[in-house]
């Protein structure tokens, strides 16, 4: 190993030094992005019905399946119930939020994910749009759903993320959602 | 169940969940297939011949009255016989394509929870597969019970 050749190591070494302080330092600046990590988090299943951004919260959401599950329609039943689908020798309920949420039905075959979703003993799949996240959110971001919320949401809404100044989503109470469901809404 | 070291003691309940088997009468309504327990069915006939007959569909999920005729009639008991007085039977029109399958018990799925409440029928109580496709599982007793039977003036002759 010549001269120059360790020099130019040790620089690179200096460099690599360099830059781990500079981001460590600018860090320590940057307090909105220190974690406490002792704040109590939520797991939120982040997703779009009719290109509005809703969650739903982790512990509800069992399982995440996939948009070709085939779900067989049942007479009957109300147009806001699928059908039901047939997941490791059981049946399975599949509902759409939109009549709940007055939102429009989408026209044609159903293309986007299912979650099934458990509260209060019941369990169901319910029909997304598209998947947007599954993340850790600090308890402290979500808020109380404010009283200028649509009527139509309200009674399903338990909390607001409003994630910068121009986008929010609505956490839905699975509960209340199954419970309006059963009483014959949507 | 003997091994090598004796007799293990074999859960009845399990080994009788498994060996269970229902025997069902399969049919269709309209683009629907349905069974209902084969123990509920009497007889079946081309012909309405009871004084009392519903349409499947009507029973089911379709009110409106563009109904298409049955092609088959199974004859019921009626369940909602008085005490006192003698059972009699009604006929459930359907459609053809009648069988009588035995399923094993542990492919008959119970009604998903959140359903019961909305449903048109309350007779609808499960779910099977035939080939791959959905069987609605009916209550012969429940059916009987939603909703009042066309009654005939005069019952047409009886057909086997």
């Known amino acids: 190993m010549n001269s120059e050749t360790s020099r130019d190591s040790h620089a690179n070494d200096q460099q690599q030094i360099s830059q781990t302080l500079e981001e460590a330092l600018a860090a320590h600046h940057d307090d909105e992005s220190v974690v406490d990590v002792d704040e109590p988090t939520q797991q939120l299943v982040l997703f779009r019905i009719n290109g509005q951004r809703f969650a739903l919260p982790g512990s509800a959401v069992s399982e995440i399946l996939p948009s070709d599950q085939p779900v067989y329609y049942v007479p009957g039943l109300p147009a806001s119930t699928e059908g039901v689908l047939h997941l490791r020798g059981k049946i399975e309920s599949v509902i759409n939020l939109q009549p709940l949420l007055d939102l429009p039905t989408p026209e044609g075959t159903p293309s986007g994910m299912i979650l099934l979703v458990s509260a209060s003993g019941i369990r169901s799949g319910v029909r997304i749009e598209q998947l947007d996240d599954v993340c850790e959110v600090a308890q402290s971001l979500l808020q109380p759903p404010p009283e200028t919320l649509s009527s139509t949401l309200l009674p399903y809404v338990s909390a607001l993320w409003q994630i910068d100044e121009r986008q929010a989503l609505a956490l839905l109470d699975p509960e209340a959602l199954f419970s309006a469901y059963q009483q014959g809404l949507g | ?149 066309s009654t005939s003036p005069s019952p047409p002759a009886i057909s086997s």
């Not at chain 2, 269970?20 to 399969?26: E, G, I, P």
């Not at chain 2, 009699?88 to 929870?113: C, E, F, M």
């Open chain 2, 1 to 149: 169940m003997p091994t090598s070291k004796g007799w293990v003691k074999v859960p009845l309940e399990r080994e009788h969940h498994e060996q269970a088997q229902v025997t069902l009468v399969l049919f269709w309504v309209g683009p629907y297939r349905a069974a209902m327990e084969a123990c509920h069915v009497l007889a079946m006939t081309d012909h309405p011949t009871a004084l009392r007959t519903a349409n499947a569909h009507s029973l089911l999920y379709d009110e409106s009255s563009d109904q298409p005729q049955p092609s088959r009639w199974l004859t019921l008991r009626d369940t909602q016989t008085a005490k006192g007085q003698t059972a009699s039977t009604w006929q459930l029109g359907v459609d053809g394509d009648i069988s009588l399958q035995q399923l094993p018990a542990s492919t008959l799925y119970p009604l998903p929870k959140l359903l019961q409440s909305r449903l048109f029928s309350p007779a609808l109580c499960g779910f099977t597969f035939e080939q791959q496709q959905l069987v609605l599982l009916l209550d012969a007793g429940k059916l009987s019970l939603h909703k009042p039977y």
